[in-house]
Nanobody, 113 residues
């Protein structure tokens, strides 16, 4: 059974940083392209970043230069480092095996102005 468990969210002031984690089980993590998405209240889920099995990364315009996606294949863990956070980054953040419909419960990031 595939399971994705996100953590690391919280309340932070604008300009602050957070590091999100996603622990995967039930998949051959090392071979998978993984991604982070976010969903703000009243908005559609938005792709943020992806990382291939060999570490190639891609970012949405909204994330480039502020967010960094990484992975530790030995720990089956995906990370997203959030820097220079803005109130518009407030959302639930979710990890995903790219192209599948498997989602974790998400972790909430709230940025105060």
């Amino acid at each position: 059974q595939v399971q994705l468990v996100e953590s690391g969210g919280g309340l932070v002031q604008a300009g602050g940083s957070l590091r999100l984690s996603c622990v995967a089980s039930g998949i051959e993590f090392v071979r998978k392209t993984m991604a982070w998405y976010r969903q703000a209240p009243g908005k559609q889920r938005e792709w943020i970043a992806a990382i291939s099995s060999v570490g190639h990364t891609n970012y949405a315009v909204s994330a480039a230069g502020r967010f960094t996606i990484s992975r530790d294949n030995g720990k089956n863990t995906l990370y997203l480092e959030l820097n220079r956070l803005m109130p518009e980054d407030t959302a639930g953040y979710y990890c995903n095996e790219l192209g599948t419909n498997i989602w974790g419960q998400g972790t909430q990031v709230t940025v105060s102005s």
